[in-house]
């Protein structure tokens, strides 16, 4: 009997916005959206889950929250309870959390036109965005990043997930949002690493897509260490702009093996487990594309001289470029991650590395003493850290 | 700052191949899909997942699977053990279940080149397809449908589900396999019910698109009663058609209100709580769709000549067209099964209802009184069911 061939595309669409003081009854950016969807006759569902480390931040967000929907509660019905998750990689960890989610979603009504609203840093967004979607199979989900990595990067993009048994995103789909709000006061009440790590999300679509922006980061590197706002949100929103045209144009579900925006993750990802998430995603990226750019000059790719550009401004931001679980176990430990990384995108090897500022090279095999070599590069560099 | 805009699309495809012993040496074509997809230097895993009710009928199963991929094992290394999951409903009431699938695709190194395929049931087809498509955000999934309501309906379509909390299908996917290979031949050891109950759903396609489907339905509803292979053949490759055909040129992943194809399911759903699963989706269906269908004439929308034929062609195939569960509690039982489908998809509560055989006709509104005078109709017909 003849072959069936099934063949059709699914469209996705969202829009990111930038706004501050998301939930001040004065800003009608919110409201809006809800009002744009409204069908007379049918008033859609809210649950809000907020991230529980921006509360000692702002004791009164719950609050706000309440106030804010019930300006338009004829068109969506908030859900009373606010939840609260634990901020933080603990969020991926926990399987009661997930559980704890699904339930809510079951005991609160909310149908696939109800929406779930997640507020919170890139750990807890990727839980919440994970239990939205596969509540009957995938619930609306609003995301409100609050730290930079998540306003530049995870919360713009399509990924979700949790960690399973010690594995990394292990659970996890590809389920676009509906929207985005980046609130940059939110940014505001980030201790210094955090304002810092997510920094490097953006050095890493610069150096593999755009000399020009890498160039801004440089001449700014100084304000941004200051914390200046300015320069923080074009920052953001530039790292948004490339991330998301990245997706658009490219393999948006990631079908094939080639996986760029991963520069610098695949040791990036392994120093996360040696150090147990003693480091923040942002901070081991900042050293995984330390340690692939080293390797990129060593192994006659990218000029001294770029390499030093890229050191250097990492230097000015206040980024460690080194860490000892780098070396530990003469460097297998680490080396154990390219391994792992394969298997995690399956498929054959493909790492980006870099010819020169602005332009990634994919290569499909990495010579483990050139790694060991710029280990010991980058621990040369730092011997304040060497233990 | 500027609204950030994104829109793209994702490209699915897929081929449902009909054939008989798969599974035998001199038929080429699984290790032809294999073939084609081969890369040079680069060897994909297969994890095999059978569902156990087919072990007595097919004892032999699991090695000539083994010995069939034995003979391209250069291309393709199938993961050796080979796992069995029970059949029917458990398999999606036991999320420890889902939690050895997931398991086992870490344990045996499966990435998102490699594959699962699952061989079984409609029921173990969902909870597999689940498990593939959260694990490492979705391996390649390949369906092997065993039963006819998986090969004409469940098994060629896009969603896969779990049980939660005696919430049906409450978590789950939309997640297109790779491949779907209908194996004619193991549709001999189904047992009459499983054999029949999935004819409902083509009856269902039929009444709702095809008039002509419909007829030829019934000049063949004496044959596939005596179980015919050759119209069951031409029944099954008709259904898949039509049912891949709405999937393709309608909404994939139901992001609106209208689900057309769940004709006849919103009772079917609550009659299967109703009675713990103790009768088969298709057989609710039937029920499902007999009791919308007497809606449709009692509320004045389809000739009482063409719900003649629809009962009848039930009755020859051997369907019960009443369960008493359907009266039980004054019909609130059963009424209550309106809102929680209207919950499930969520919006506004769209009902699909005849107009004639091979047009189905949208409402949002049922109502309560003619829902009960429909069970009492059909209970009539059926005396020797009053309980
Ligand atoms: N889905 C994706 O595509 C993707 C991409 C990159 C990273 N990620 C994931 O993102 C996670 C890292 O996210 P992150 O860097 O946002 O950190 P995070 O979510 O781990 O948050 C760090 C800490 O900051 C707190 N916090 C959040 N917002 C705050 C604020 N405004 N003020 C003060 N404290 C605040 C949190 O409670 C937490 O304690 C990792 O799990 C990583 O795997 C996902
Ligand atoms: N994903 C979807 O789009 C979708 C659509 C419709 C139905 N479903 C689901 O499908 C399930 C029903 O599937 P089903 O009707 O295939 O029944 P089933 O999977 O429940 O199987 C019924 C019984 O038949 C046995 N069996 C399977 N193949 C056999 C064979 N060849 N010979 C002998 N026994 C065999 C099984 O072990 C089981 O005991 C329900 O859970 C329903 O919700 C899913
Ligand atoms: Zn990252
Ligand atoms: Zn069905």
């Not at 590809?174 to 009440?189: R, Y």
């Not at 993750?265 to 990226?285: C, M, N, Q």
Request: contains cysteine; proline residues 4%.
């Amino acid at each position: 009997m003849q072959t069936i061939q099934q063949h059709f595309q699914v469209a996705y669409s969202y829009s990111i916005y930038f706004t501050r003081n998301l939930f001040e009854e004065s800003n009608p950016l919110l409201r809006s959206f809800f009002e744009a969807l409204h069908e007379p006759g049918f008033r859609r569902k809210a649950l809000v889950v907020v991230d529980a480390g921006l509360l000692p931040h702002y004791p009164e967000l719950p609050d706000a929250i309440t106030s804010y929907f019930s300006t338009f509660s004829s068109h969506v019905h908030l859900v009373p309870d606010i939840l609260l998750v634990p901020g933080g990689e603990q969020a991926k960890n926990d399987p009661a959390l997930f559980d704890q989610l699904v339930r809510a979603v079951d005991e609160h009504g909310i149908d696939r036109h109800s929406f779930v609203i997640a507020i919170g840093g890139g750990a807890m967004l990727d839980l919440v965005g994970y239990a939205a979607a596969v509540s009957h199979r995938g619930v609306k989900h609003i995301r409100i990043p609050t730290t930079v990595l998540s306003q530049n990067d995870s919360g713009v993009g399509v990924k979700n997930g949790i960690n399973y048994h010690g594995k990394k995103n292990f659970l996890g789909t590809f389920a676009p949002p509906v929207a985005v709000f980046n609130d940059l006061t939110f940014l505001e009440s980030l201790d210094d690493r955090d304002w810092r790590a997510g920094i490097s999300e953006a050095i890493k679509v610069a150096l593999i897509k755009d000399r020009t922006f890498f160039a801004w980061i440089e001449a700014n590197a100084e304000a941004l260490a200051r914390r200046d706002s300015a320069p923080m949100e074009y920052l953001i929103h530039r790292c948004a702009e490339m991330h998301t045209e990245h997706i658009r144009s490219g393999d948006p579900f990631e079908f094939g093996s080639s996986r760029p925006l991963d520069f610098g993750h695949w040791a990036a990802h392994k120093l996360e487990y040696l150090t147990d998430f003693s480091i923040r995603h942002g901070e081991a990226v900042a050293i995984g594309i330390a340690l692939d750019s080293v390797y990129s000059t060593q192994s006659g790719l990218l000029p001294a001289a770029e390499l030093e550009r890229i050191l250097t401004v990492f230097h000015t931001l206040g980024f460690e470029l080194y860490h000892p679980k780098l070396s530990e176990n003469d460097k297998l430990n680490l080396r154990n991650g390219l391994q792992e990384f394969r298997e995690h995108l399956g498929g054959q090897l493909t790492i980006m590395l870099l010819e020169r500022i602005g332009k990634g090279v994919e290569v499909h095999h990495m010579d483990t003493d050139v790694i060991a070599s710029a280990v010991d590069y980058l621990q040369a560099l730092y011997p304040s850290f060497a233990s």
